[in-house]
Each structure stands twice: as structure tokens, then as C-alpha cells.
């Protein structure tokens, strides 16, 4: 009986390590697609930003440019003054992507 108490125990422990273990761990996957791997302009880019621009097979390094790139052309967007409707912007990529063979979705 008290072999017994002792097994129930010990999966016990483990049970609740396992869990502890697994909380852990996804926290820390988490915090790491939330940390700050670059600042551009003291605007900060996130390891998520540039998962989301690498893709499934992407290069880190590019993604990670690209992610740059699109802060830094946004800020002078910005600070041009220059004001475009979306829909125009829209009509433009859809011509560029129709002059290319591609719908607006591959392009």
C-alpha cells in the first residue's frame, strides 16, 4: 500500500512538472516573438513583424530589411505631407500586378 502511495506521488510531481514545464515554455515562445530586435527611427520592430514578413521559408536577415524598409517608407510617407486616397493606391498595385501576369493577391 505504501509503494503504492508512492507511485500515485511521483506521477503526481511529474504530472504537475509537465505542466509547470509546458506553461514555461510557451511563455517563453510568447515573449520571444514579442521582443524588440531593431529600432528604426526609435521605432521599434518586433521578432513577430519580421516572422510575418519572412514567411515559411524566408531568410531572417531579408525579412528583417523588409520589415526596415516598410517603417522607414511609411515615415516618409508621413512626413512628406503627401496625402493619397487607398483606393487609388489599390487601382495602382492591381495595374502593376495585371502588367505583370498576377492578381493583386500575388502581387
Known amino acids: 500500500?505504501?509503494?503504492l502511495k508512492k507511485v500515485n506521488?511521483?506521477?503526481?510531481?511529474?504530472?504537475?512538472?509537465?505542466?509547470?514545464?509546458?506553461g514555461v515554455l510557451s511563455f517563453s515562445s510568447v515573449y520571444a516573438e514579442e521582443r524588440v530586435v531593431a529600432t528604426v527611427?526609435?521605432?521599434p520592430v518586433l521578432e513577430s513583424?519580421?516572422?510575418?514578413?519572412m514567411g515559411k521559408?524566408?531568410?531572417?536577415?531579408?525579412?528583417?530589411?523588409?520589415?526596415i524598409d516598410d517603417?522607414?517608407?511609411q515615415k516618409a510617407i508621413?512626413?512628406?505631407g503627401v496625402k493619397i486616397n487607398p483606393r487609388e493606391i489599390d487601382f495602382i498595385v492591381e495595374d502593376i500586378a495585371a502588367k505583370?501576369?498576377?492578381?493583386?493577391g500575388q502581387f
Open 49 to 53: 513583424q519580421v516572422r510575418a514578413a
Open 71 to 73: 517603417i522607414l517608407v
Open 9 to 22: 506521488m511521483k506521477k503526481s510531481v511529474l504530472k504537475s512538472l509537465f505542466i509547470v514545464t509546458l
Open 41 to 43: 527611427d526609435g521605432i
Open 57 to 67: 521559408k524566408g531568410n531572417h536577415q531579408a525579412a528583417l530589411n523588409k520589415v
Open 1 to 3: 500500500m505504501a509503494h
Open 100 to 104: 505583370n501576369g498576377l492578381t493583386y
Open 78 to 80: 508621413k512626413e512628406s
